[in-house]
Structures are given as structure tokens and as C-alpha cells.
């Protein structure tokens, strides 16, 4: 939104392009509207008397309170959290409205990202004054209506829990939303003051606990209607490849089996029942056409070329700061290190999956995604229908952490879809989803520092050499947000060109981010290198500082003992610039007891990092047996701004925590001929919980407005733990996963 | 024809004995609380207690519960009235994404129905066979304590289910 608009110009301008869209016309009186339009379930279009004052909200004249979600619900808690903020100044108890996942509208597109995606920690960020400017005015306007039917001045109303308190009297501010729905407010409502929280900084419960804790939240792959048949697809083991030739005889044989169709991947099996196609499957011969690049590449020799690339002398600059070159030249002592972050994937537990009905060119698409903007993109193109007669009904993600910003299932539900003639439900196998990932980048990276005298930093380049994800996300993007006078076959070539079309554009800022922004220095020099094997990329939790954070943050512990400095007095000598994460590495240090004589042969190692806004602090605990490590206990400290849940900020702390320790002890996704590896969870692990560490959160109290948490408690733990590591056994590990047996 | 008790109730399916249960409960008997999550008894989101055992039912051929009986979340529990364990589990907001909760409930009902006060230790043994991809293992460990010190014993009543 444009600053310089107010919220309540806005709120008028949505309310009228609603009215309009549903149909109505004249003023604002909201009559059976049909909520279609930006409906996600069927139970959404009941046509209810209300207002409706823009996309985000209903108020109904039986006091009830509909929430259009605008960002999806992946477990890092939005759907608590928005709902929160707007209940706040709407003042009625979160606890009483009703919320849905939105369906596509432009209404709900993500500022940040210019289309509608949840992502970047940028849910909380980007709503937390707009949610509640809306519930503000809405609030105000109720109070408007209700003091012109009541017959009483706006001043003899106070407002509690969705009443309306008039004298003695309660009434709910159902009774007003019809007449609501006539007014207008000729500015923004005030917003509470801080001190006046009923909701926002409260523990207070999540409201998606009751329906995950009885098996009743409905995720993508709990979808299910008469006359849905299920389907699997059979992909080339080298992403990328094509069908050149399959002979489908065996697999059509067997019991329930509908039909075996081809699409632009694969070959696919449509069934009744799952089982009976995951059977068929086994029994389909397909003959590849495989992508050459990728094909050629395995990780044992691959890793060559990386090391190439480092040593080379063909880079991009992505940062220039002072003089790099001079500045090294003049170091009283240059410190070099190289380190390296393997592939990984997302491992979700819900498994990709997409239903797709297509009939008489209208196309409905149940999904739990990132992007249901994408996934409308995408069906309409792999559906070959029109982008508007696609509707989306979103679900709850079983986990996203930025897999299900990809909408690659979406895509084959719908060619199935289309091909097979009958509603499909596509589901991955867990050996799809490990092997058919959008992969966190492998990475390279050499840190040359130069240092004075004193033991400050006087010059810190480094140069990242790898993949880049932008090129392997762009050609879905570019369908989703292309200007509607573009010609779609203009966009189709745009985003269906291929990757080179957007290949070398500019450093992408996923590759470099979190190498150098921390920690001052006079001269920085930020480089990078393209080395890319073809494996297809996506945004994996805290995308770059996934592997940035555990570079620098062993840089710096090493730059430390270099010097004979203690890693936190090293760390705050740097952090002039920042002063947010001086404070978190302040209140870690005292809160682990930093300097302390290591007890029981557990060694403190200590990490900091700022991503998504956030400054967080991270202090491993850590033990060395027979080369086996153990983390026995993280004190994590974060400043995010205001806090508008505690429990669920301490909730995201330790997911990242435990998420990050997943890839720092065991994750890693290695290829041979262009082929994964990894299969299911014997091969790739995760974090278990007599393998998880006792976590102890602090937050700080900020005064400003919050950032997002879902991604900034990740970066820092993997630093953490090897610079342990290195206390503990004076052994500085420079590969993730981190592992002291040769 | 394979005939087993699902929840307390008698029920019978006209399926291939070689059907894993999870198949047979989701698609047959259209009880989408149990998860699929690997196919390979490895992630535990599938689990269902089988005669007082958690158990991975996308690996259990139908065949196996013959006679015998199943619970699912439906059957530990209803959105209005929870068990002790579900209540615990809302009130330390326990779920995150929640697509592993039904199974990670199911494994520590069948842990506290067979022993009321377990030891940190037995938690972690009973629950090490259910991954949680969101991290949510503190506070499960912290719920299971909850609902472990409280003087009702029965987790859930698998007899008020048959009802």
C-alpha cells in the first residue's frame, strides 16, 4: 500500500471493487452477496446479510466474524497471529471469528513480492499495522452505525468482545453491519495504544491447536468427493527429463487401474484408490530423454568444479565497499578459509499433492501452497484453460518452509487433469518428494580477511561460487504477476523460455545474503561465481542465510581464536553499525554463562546473525564422544519488534533451532549421474527427539513493529554448534554436515 | 472380506489383504486423520494403536488387523470432548504445520495408557519413532508431562468410543 494513501481511502476503494466484483452496485449495503469471489470453501458461500468492509473481513447481522486469510498457514503461525492483530483494535475475542485461507484476488497480494505468496518472513511484517488500521476503522464505523440507529452520540459507545456497551445495554455489532455497510469514514480510525492490549503480546493459545490436535484440519491430501480418482507419476530420475517412448500394457492390467497418460514430465498412473495406481506404477516402462548437464554431474567429482570457480578469476561484484585490494595489503595478519554447504531438500511430511477438476473449461484446484496465485498460473496453463476460470481453495500446508512456494505438483495435477479426462488427486511418494525437490543451492564459499594490529577487521571479502535459485523460480513467478495486457502467448514464452532467459541479469541477492552485512568493516568485497549442475533450486527455510550464517559465524570464531580473542568480546568490537544484534549477543553471552569453565566436558560455541529483520543470538551447548556430537542444550536469544504471540514466537525459535540442527548434524542431498541419492528418511535423517536439545528462549522487548520469526531462529544454530565443536575438540569443521569421523 | 474393530466399532472391507490399513482407513472408510508420510513405517504420522500399540499402518497389510482392534485420532478424541492428552496438547499449542500431530498422539496415548508416569528417558524412547519436521518435540515432551501428572489415568476410553 502507498503510504501516502490512507487505509481508510483504501478501505472505501476495496469495499466498492468487491461490491462491484459480487455484482452489487449503488451504496454499501451488503445484501446476500455471494462471497465466491474470494471464498475458499463451499461453506464460505452462504449468503448472509452483513458488511463486508473489504476483502478481509465480514461481519454478518447474526454477530458472526469471517477472516479471509491473506497468507497460507504452514505451522509458522499466521493464522493465529493476522487474525490477533485484527481482532485487536476490531475488539472482539480471536477466539470468535471464524478464519478462512483466501482464495487468488489481487486483494491479497504480498507488498513485498508483488504477487500473492507467503514467504520471507513477511506475513506479520506486512499486515501487522494494516490488519489492524482495518479492524480500527471497521470498529469505527460500527460504533458509527450504532450511534445513529441507538440514537446516542459516538461518545456515550464503548465497545468490548463484539458488543456494542451503551448504557446498561449490550448489543452485538451484528446488529449494526448492515447499516455499517452504508457509511463511510472520512479518515483512519485511531489505533489503540499499546497499553491497552487485550490480545497482541498475550500468551495466548493457537487457534489451529484444537483442529491438529483431533484430526480434523483439513490439509491438500484430505481432500476427497465422489468421483475423485487418485494418480502418481512417474518422473525421470534425472530432473528435467522427458518421455521418449513407454509401453503402459502391464500397468493398465491391473485392478483399478483408469488410465496411464503422459504429460510434459512423466507418465502417470489414474486409479481409484492410490494404492492400486502406486502398484500399477511399478509395472509402467518408460524409456527417459535426460538432460545432458545434469546427467554429467555427481558429487564426488562435482565438487571439483566449485573449487574451480573459487580459484578462478571470472566474478560478479555484489558488493563494493572501500578498497578491498589496499585494505589486505596493508593487514597486520590475512586469515583464508574455505567452507562448503551441501544440496537439501525440504522434507516436508506431507508429501506434494494437488486435486484437479476440470469440466467444461472451468478448472478447481485444491492445494495447501505458498502461492495460490502461482497455482492458478500454472493450472490454467497446464489445464489449458483460462487463468479466470481457475479457482483455488486453499488448505492447511503440511509444512512449507518455502518447498510449497513451488508449484511444480500443481502443474502435473492439472496436465493429469486434463489428459486423463476425470478429477485427480496427484500424490507424491515420500521417494518423489526427496528426489523431485526445488533443492537448497550446494555452496562454496573463501573468506579473505584482513585484520590490523589490534585484531579488528580492516578488510573482509569473500566470494560465494554455486547455483543461483532465481532462474528456477522466475519462469513460475513470471506467470503469476506478467501485466494482464501482456498476450499469454508473450508469457508463455517469457516464463515457459527456459532458464538462460533470465540467466546473468545481476547477482542474485539469494546467493550473497548474510555473507557481510553483519559486522563493520571498512572495506568489503562480496563476489560471486555461477557454478550450476542443473539441479532444480528453491527457496529452502532462510534461503541464503541457510548456508551464509554457518560460513560467516565460523569465520568470525575463527578470526577470534586467530587473534586470541574471546568469540564475543570479538563479535561486539564489530557490531557498531548494529546495534540490535549487539544487544541479542549481549543478553545470549549472560544468559549461557559465556566464560565460564566448560563443565562435564560440555563446550559453549557461540553464533549471531540478522535475517528477515530479526537479530538473533545463539549459544550450543555441546559434547564430544568418540566423535559422536551431541547438543545438549540452546539458548537462543531474538529481537523481533513487538511481539504479538510469545509462545509461538518461542515456538518458531525452537522449530528453526531443531530444523537447522537437522541440516548442521545430518542433511545432505548428494547426486550421482544427476541422480538423488537420498530416498526417503533412512537416508535422509532427521532430528529426532532424543536427539533434541533442551531450548531455552529469551526475547527481548522492542518497542518497534514486529518482523516476521518463521525463518530467523535457522542461520545461526549450524555456526553455533561447529564453533563448539572447536572448543571442544580444537577440530574447526568447514563442511555441513558437520562430522568428526573421517 | 476382512472384518476388525476401527474405534470401537465393527467394520468390514472388500479389500486386497495386502492393502496397507492406512489405505484402507483413509480412502475405504474416508478417516483422513491418520497421515500418510513415507510409505516405509519410518515417520510414524500414519500410527494407529493396534491391540494397546502404536503402529505404522502404511506398512501393515490389512490382512494383519483382522479381528483385531484399531484406534485412530477419531477414536482417541472429538473437538469437543478431548482427551486428557489432546487437551494438554492444546494448551501448550503443541501443533505447528500439524500434519504429524495425529500420529505423535497416538504414539503417546499408547504410552501413557501403558505407563501413566513415564521418565524423560521412556518419552523419548516411546516417541522416537515419529518425526516432527516442524520441531515441535519440546513442547510434546512438555504436554505428555502435562497429562502425565494428572490424576486421570485413561487417556482416553477406547469402551466410551464403542457407546
Same mark, same amino acid.
Not at chain 1, 524 to 547: A, C, E, I, N
Not at chain 1, 704 to 724: C, M
Not at chain 2, 7 to 14: R, Y
Not at chain 2, 119 to 133: H, P, T, W
Given at each position: 500500500?502507498?503510504?501516502?494513501?490512507?487505509?481508510?481511502?483504501?478501505?472505501?476503494?476495496?469495499?466498492?471493487? +468487491?461490491?462491484?466484483?459480487?455484482?452489487?452496485?449503488?451504496?454499501?449495503?451488503?445484501?446476500?452477496?455471494?462471497?465466491?469471489?474470494? %471464498?475458499? @470453501?463451499?461453506?464460505?458461500?452462504?449468503?448472509? !446479510?452483513?458488511?463486508?468492509?473489504?476483502?478481509?473481513?465480514?461481519?454478518?447481522?447474526?454477530?458472526?466474524?469471517? +477472516?479471509?486469510?491473506?497468507?497460507?498457514?504452514?505451522?509458522?503461525?499466521?493464522?493465529?497471529?493476522?487474525?490477533?492483530?485484527?481482532?485487536?483494535?476490531?475488539?472482539?475475542?480471536? %477466539?470468535?471469528?471464524?478464519?478462512?485461507?483466501?482464495?487468488?484476488?489481487?486483494?491479497?497480494?504480498?507488498?513485498?513480492?508483488?504477487?500473492?505468496?507467503?514467504?520471507?518472513?513477511?506475513?506479520?511484517?506486512?499486515? =501487522?499495522?494494516?490488519?489492524?488500521?482495518?479492524?480500527?476503522?471497521?470498529?469505527?464505523?460500527?460504533?458509527?452505525?450504532?450511534?445513529?440507529?441507538?440514537?446516542?452520540?459516538?461518545?456515550?459507545?464503548?465497545?468490548?468482545?463484539?458488543?456494542?456497551?451503551?448504557?446498561?445495554?449490550?448489543?452485538?455489532?451484528?446488529?449494526?453491519?448492515?447499516?455499517?455497510?452504508?457509511?463511510?469514514?472520512?479518515?483512519?480510525?485511531?489505533?489503540?495504544?499499546?497499553?491497552?492490549?487485550?490480545?497482541?503480546?498475550?500468551?495466548?493459545?493457537?487457534?489451529?491447536?484444537?483442529?491438529?490436535?483431533?484430526?480434523?484440519?483439513?490439509?491438500?491430501?484430505?481432500?476427497?468427493?465422489?468421483?475423485?480418482?487418485?494418480?502418481?507419476?512417474?518422473?525421470?530420475?534425472?530432473?528435467?527429463?522427458?518421455?521418449?517412448?513407454?509401453?503402459?500394457?502391464?500397468?493398465?492390467?491391473?485392478?483399478?487401474?483408469?488410465?496411464?497418460?503422459?504429460?510434459?514430465?512423466?507418465?502417470?498412473?489414474?486409479?481409484?484408490?492410490?494404492? *492400486? /495406481?502406486? *502398484?500399477?506404477?511399478?509395472?509402467?516402462?518408460?524409456?527417459?530423454?535426460?538432460?545432458?548437464?545434469?546427467?554429467?554431474?555427481?558429487?564426488?567429482?562435482?565438487?571439483?568444479?566449485?573449487?574451480?570457480?573459487?580459484?578462478?578469476?571470472?566474478?560478479?561484484?555484489?558488493?563494493?565497499?572501500?578498497?578491498?585490494?589496499?585494505?589486505?595489503?596493508?593487514?597486520?595478519? @590475512?586469515?583464508?578459509?574455505?567452507?562448503?554447504?551441501?544440496?537439501?531438500?525440504?522434507?516436508?511430511?506431507?508429501?506434494?499433492?494437488?486435486?484437479?477438476?476440470?469440466?467444461?473449461?472451468?478448472?478447481?484446484?485444491?492445494?495447501?501452497? *505458498?502461492?495460490?496465485?502461482? /497455482?492458478?498460473?500454472?493450472?490454467?496453463? =497446464?489445464?489449458?484453460?483460462?487463468?479466470?476460470?481457475?479457482?483455488?481453495?486453499?488448505?492447511?500446508?503440511?509444512?512449507?518452509?518455502?518447498?510449497?512456494?513451488?508449484?511444480?505438483?500443481? &502443474?502435473?495435477?492439472?496436465?493429469? /487433469?486434463?489428459?486423463?479426462?476425470?478429477?485427480?488427486?496427484?500424490?507424491?511418494?515420500?521417494?518423489?518428494?526427496? *528426489?523431485?525437490?526445488?533443492?537448497?543451492?550446494?555452496?562454496?564459499?573463501?573468506?579473505?580477511?584482513?585484520?590490523?594490529?589490534?585484531?579488528?577487521?580492516?578488510?573482509?571479502?569473500?566470494?560465494?561460487?554455486?547455483?543461483?535459485?532465481?532462474? =528456477?523460480?522466475?519462469?513460475?513467478?513470471?506467470?503469476?504477476?506478467?501485466?494482464?495486457?501482456?498476450?499469454?502467448?508473450?508469457?508463455?514464452?517469457?516464463?515457459?523460455?527456459?532458464?538462460?532467459? +533470465?540467466?546473468?541479469? !545481476?547477482?542474485?541477492?539469494? $546467493?550473497?545474503?548474510?555473507?557481510?552485512?553483519?559486522?563493520?568493516?571498512?572495506?568489503?568485497?562480496?563476489?560471486? @561465481? @555461477?557454478?550450476?549442475?542443473?539441479?532444480?533450486?528453491?527457496?529452502?527455510?532462510?534461503?541464503?542465510?541457510?548456508?551464509?550464517?554457518?560460513?560467516? #559465524?565460523?569465520?568470525?570464531?575463527?578470526?577470534?581464536?586467530?587473534?586470541?580473542?574471546?568469540?564475543?568480546?570479538?563479535?561486539?568490537?564489530?557490531?557498531?553499525?548494529?546495534?540490535?544484534?549487539?544487544?541479542?549477543? #549481549?543478553?545470549? /553471552?549472560?544468559?549461557?554463562?559465556?566464560?565460564?569453565?566448560?563443565?562435564?566436558?560440555?563446550?559453549?560455541?557461540?553464533?549471531?546473525?540478522?535475517?528477515?529483520?530479526? %537479530?538473533?543470538?545463539?549459544? %550450543?551447548?555441546?559434547?564430544?564422544?568418540?566423535?559422536?556430537?551431541?547438543?545438549?542444550?540452546?539458548?537462543?536469544?531474538?529481537?523481533? &519488534?513487538?511481539?504479538?504471540?510469545?509462545?509461538?514466537?518461542?515456538?518458531?525459535?525452537?522449530?528453526?533451532?531443531?530444523? &537447522?540442527?537437522?541440516?548442521?548434524?545430518?542433511?545432505?542431498?548428494?547426486?550421482?549421474?544427476?541422480?538423488?541419492?537420498?530416498?526417503?528418511?533412512?537416508?535422509?535423517?532427521?532430528?529426532?527427539?532424543?536427539?533434541?536439545?533442551?531450548?531455552?528462549?529469551?526475547?527481548?522487548?522492542?518497542?518497534?513493529?514486529?518482523?516476521?520469526?518463521?525463518?530467523?531462529?535457522?542461520?545461526?544454530?549450524?555456526?553455533?554448534?561447529?564453533?563448539?565443536?572447536?572448543?571442544?575438540?580444537?577440530?574447526?569443521?568447514?563442511?555441513?554436515?558437520?562430522?568428526? $569421523?573421517? | 472380506?476382512?472384518?476388525?474393530?476401527?474405534?470401537?466399532?465393527?467394520?468390514?472391507?472388500?479389500?486386497?489383504?495386502?492393502?496397507?490399513?492406512?489405505?484402507?482407513?483413509?480412502?475405504?472408510?474416508?478417516?483422513?486423520?491418520?497421515?500418510?508420510?513415507?510409505?516405509?513405517?519410518?515417520?510414524?504420522?500414519?500410527?494407529?494403536?493396534?491391540?494397546?500399540?502404536?503402529?505404522?499402518?502404511?506398512?501393515?497389510?490389512?490382512?494383519?488387523?483382522?479381528?483385531?482392534?484399531?484406534?485412530?485420532?477419531?477414536?482417541?478424541?472429538?473437538?469437543?470432548?478431548?482427551?486428557?492428552?489432546?487437551?494438554?496438547?492444546?494448551?501448550?499449542?503443541?501443533?505447528?504445520?500439524?500434519?504429524?500431530?495425529?500420529?505423535?498422539?497416538?504414539?503417546?496415548?499408547?504410552?501413557?495408557?501403558?505407563?501413566?508416569?513415564?521418565?524423560?528417558?521412556?518419552?523419548?524412547?516411546?516417541?522416537?519413532?515419529?518425526?516432527?519436521?516442524?520441531?515441535?518435540?519440546?513442547?510434546?515432551?512438555?504436554?505428555?508431562?502435562?497429562?502425565?501428572?494428572?490424576?486421570?489415568?485413561?487417556?482416553?476410553?477406547?469402551?466410551?468410543?464403542?457407546?
Amino acid at each position: 500500500m502507498n503510504q501516502s494513501t490512507s487505509s481508510s481511502q483504501v478501505l472505501n476503494a476495496s469495499r466498492r471493487r +468487491f461490491l462491484k466484483q459480487s455484482g452489487m452496485v449503488g451504496g454499501g449495503l451488503v445484501m446476500g452477496v455471494s462471497l465466491s469471489a474470494c %471464498a475458499a @470453501t463451499s461453506a464460505d458461500n452462504r449468503s448472509e !446479510t452483513g458488511f463486508r468492509p473489504d476483502a478481509f473481513l465480514h461481519i454478518t447481522d447474526k454477530n458472526q466474524f469471517h +477472516f479471509y486469510m491473506p497468507r497460507s498457514e504452514m505451522g509458522q503461525g499466521t493464522y493465529t497471529g493476522l487474525t490477533t492483530v485484527l481482532a485487536e483494535d476490531l475488539d472482539v475475542d480471536p %477466539a470468535n471469528i471464524i478464519i478462512h485461507h483466501a482464495s487468488v484476488d489481487e486483494a491479497f497480494i504480498n507488498a513485498d513480492y508483488g504477487m500473492q505468496v507467503t514467504g520471507g518472513s513477511t506475513s506479520m511484517k506486512l499486515h =501487522y499495522r494494516t490488519l489492524r488500521q482495518l479492524g480500527a476503522n471497521t470498529k469505527a464505523l460500527i460504533i458509527q452505525a450504532a450511534a445513529q440507529s441507538l440514537k446516542v452520540s459516538v461518545d456515550q459507545i464503548r465497545t468490548e468482545n463484539g458488543q456494542i456497551l451503551v448504557a446498561d445495554k449490550a448489543i452485538p455489532y451484528g446488529e449494526f453491519a448492515v447499516l455499517a455497510g452504508t457509511l463511510e469514514l472520512a479518515k483512519d480510525a485511531a489505533l489503540k495504544p499499546d497499553n491497552a492490549f487485550r490480545y497482541i503480546g498475550k500468551d495466548r493459545p493457537r487457534l489451529d491447536a484444537l483442529a491438529k490436535s483431533t484430526g480434523t484440519a483439513k490439509f491438500g491430501i484430505d481432500v476427497d468427493f465422489p468421483g475423485l480418482y487418485r494418480a502418481v507419476l512417474l518422473r525421470c530420475p534425472v530432473a528435467g527429463g522427458t518421455v521418449k517412448q513407454f509401453d503402459a500394457t502391464a500397468a493398465l492390467a491391473m485392478t483399478g487401474v483408469h488410465k496411464v497418460v503422459k504429460i510434459h514430465n512423466g507418465v502417470a498412473v489414474v486409479a481409484e484408490h492410490y494404492w *492400486q /495406481a502406486k *502398484q500399477a506404477l511399478t509395472n509402467l516402462k518408460v524409456e527417459w530423454e535426460k538432460p545432458e548437464t545434469l546427467s554429467a554431474f555427481s558429487s564426488d567429482t562435482g565438487k571439483a568444479q566449485f573449487e574451480a570457480a573459487i580459484n578462478g578469476d571470472d566474478f560478479d561484484t555484489a558488493f563494493e565497499q572501500g578498497d578491498t585490494d589496499k585494505a589486505l595489503k596493508a593487514a597486520a595478519q @590475512t586469515v583464508t578459509a574455505d567452507y562448503w554447504a551441501p544440496y537439501l531438500a525440504h522434507a516436508t511430511m506431507e508429501p506434494m499433492n494437488c486435486t484437479v477438476k476440470i469440466e467444461e473449461g472451468q478448472c478447481e484446484v485444491w492445494v495447501g501452497c *505458498q502461492s495460490p496465485q502461482i /497455482a492458478q498460473g500454472l493450472a490454467a496453463f =497446464y489445464g489449458d484453460v483460462d487463468k479466470d476460470k481457475v479457482k483455488v481453495h486453499s488448505l492447511f500446508l503440511g509444512g512449507g518452509f518455502g518447498r510449497r512456494a513451488a508449484s511444480d505438483y500443481v &502443474g502435473e495435477a492439472a496436465a493429469i /487433469a486434463k489428459e486423463s479426462g476425470v478429477p485427480i488427486q496427484l500424490v507424491w511418494s515420500r521417494e518423489d518428494d526427496t *528426489q523431485h525437490d526445488v533443492y537448497r543451492p550446494a555452496s562454496m564459499a573463501r573468506f579473505t580477511v584482513g585484520l590490523d594490529k589490534e585484531g579488528n577487521i580492516s578488510a573482509w571479502r569473500v566470494r560465494r561460487a554455486g547455483p543461483n535459485i532465481m532462474p =528456477y523460480t522466475i519462469d513460475e513467478a513470471v506467470d503469476a504477476v506478467a501485466p494482464a495486457f501482456l498476450p499469454n502467448g508473450m508469457v508463455d514464452w517469457m516464463s515457459k523460455g527456459g532458464y538462460g532467459l +533470465f540467466d546473468g541479469w !545481476t547477482v542474485d541477492h539469494a $546467493s550473497v545474503e548474510g555473507l557481510y552485512e553483519d559486522y563493520d568493516a571498512s572495506n568489503k568485497d562480496v563476489q560471486h @561465481t @555461477t557454478v550450476d549442475p542443473g539441479l532444480p533450486l528453491g527457496y529452502w527455510r532462510s534461503v541464503g542465510h541457510s548456508f551464509s550464517a554457518f560460513f560467516k #559465524e565460523s569465520m568470525m570464531d575463527e578470526l577470534a581464536h586467530k587473534t586470541q580473542q574471546d568469540p564475543v568480546a570479538f563479535r561486539l568490537k564489530h557490531v557498531g553499525d548494529n546495534p540490535k544484534l549487539k544487544n541479542v549477543i #549481549e543478553v545470549a /553471552a549472560k544468559q549461557s554463562g559465556w566464560g565460564q569453565a566448560a563443565k562435564n566436558n560440555r563446550y559453549l560455541g557461540f553464533s549471531a546473525h540478522t535475517s528477515f529483520l530479526a %537479530a538473533v543470538a545463539q549459544v %550450543a551447548e555441546v559434547s564430544v564422544k568418540n566423535d559422536q556430537i551431541t547438543v545438549h542444550k540452546v539458548v537462543c536469544v531474538i529481537d523481533c &519488534g513487538k511481539v504479538v504471540n510469545p509462545e509461538i514466537v518461542k515456538a518458531q525459535m525452537e522449530s528453526g533451532i531443531i530444523f &537447522g540442527l537437522t541440516a548442521a548434524l545430518h542433511g545432505e542431498i548428494t547426486l550421482e549421474d544427476g541422480v538423488v541419492q537420498q530416498s526417503n528418511f533412512h537416508d535422509y535423517p532427521m532430528l529426532r527427539m532424543p536427539e533434541t536439545p533442551e531450548i531455552e528462549v529469551h526475547i527481548i522487548n522492542s518497542p518497534n513493529d514486529p518482523t516476521g520469526v518463521g525463518e530467523p531462529g535457522l542461520p545461526p544454530i549450524a555456526g553455533a554448534v561447529a564453533n563448539a565443536i572447536y572448543a571442544a575438540t580444537g577440530k574447526r569443521l568447514r563442511s555441513l554436515p558437520l562430522t568428526l $569421523s573421517s | 472380506m476382512i472384518k476388525f474393530k476401527l474405534n470401537g466399532q465393527a467394520v468390514q472391507a472388500d479389500v486386497p489383504g495386502d492393502m496397507p490399513l492406512l489405505w484402507v482407513v483413509r480412502d475405504h472408510f474416508k478417516m483422513k486423520g491418520a497421515k500418510f508420510g513415507c510409505g516405509m513405517g519410518l515417520c510414524g504420522a500414519c500410527s494407529m494403536i493396534v491391540d494397546g500399540e502404536s503402529t505404522r499402518t502404511c506398512v501393515l497389510p490389512v490382512a494383519a488387523v483382522a479381528n483385531r482392534d484399531v484406534t485412530t485420532i477419531e477414536g482417541v478424541g472429538q473437538p469437543e470432548q478431548l482427551s486428557v492428552l489432546q487437551q494438554a496438547w492444546v494448551d501448550e499449542s503443541v501443533p505447528q504445520c500439524g500434519y504429524c500431530q495425529s500420529g505423535q498422539l497416538i504414539s503417546a496415548t499408547a504410552l501413557l495408557n501403558k505407563n501413566p508416569n513415564p521418565s524423560d528417558a521412556e518419552i523419548d524412547q516411546a516417541m522416537s519413532g515419529n518425526i516432527c519436521r516442524c520441531g515441535t518435540y519440546p513442547r510434546i515432551k512438555q504436554a505428555i508431562k502435562k497429562a502425565a501428572g494428572q490424576p486421570a489415568v485413561n487417556v482416553f476410553d477406547p469402551k466410551g468410543a464403542e457407546a
